[in-house]
């Protein structure tokens, strides 16, 4: 059993910027690949960022492309998504999501066996 657990949101003016942590349980942390979604009101669940297991390689959805870095830190157990440059259309909740069981399908829902329950990101314009 994995547990995430997410932290970092809140609410932040357009231009601002937010670091968001997901914090996991487990010794096999780092054999996980590590995604970010998003889901804002009445939408469905959209991939933001994956990384691998060694952070050896990245992907974005092209909306955060240069604006968004995802990272991760086996010693301590944790990914984190910088977000910079916000837009009001970043405003969702943010969950973070492990796979353990290998996939190159980074941008799928349905590859990610565990999900943290989220941390509000509220962008004002």
């Known amino acids: 059993q994995v547990q995430l657990v997410e932290s970092g949101g809140g609410l932040v003016e357009a231009g601002g910027s937010l670091r968001l942590s997901c914090a996991a349980s487990?010794?096999?942390?780092?054999?996980?690949?590590m995604g970010w979604f998003r889901q804002a009101p009445g939408k469905e669940r959209e991939f933001v960022a994956a990384i691998t297991w060694n952070g050896g390689f990245s992907e974005y959805a092209d909306s955060v492309k240069g604006r968004f870095t995802i990272s991760r830190d086996n010693a301590k157990n944790t990914v984190y998504l910088q977000m910079n440059s916000l837009k009001p259309e970043d405003t969702a909740v943010y969950h973070c999501a492990a796979n353990t069981g290998g996939t190159t399908v980074w941008r799928r829902v349905y590859v990610y066996d565990y999900w943290g329950q989220g941390t509000q990101v509220t962008v004002s314009s």
């Open positions: 487990g010794r096999t942390f780092s054999s996980y690949h």
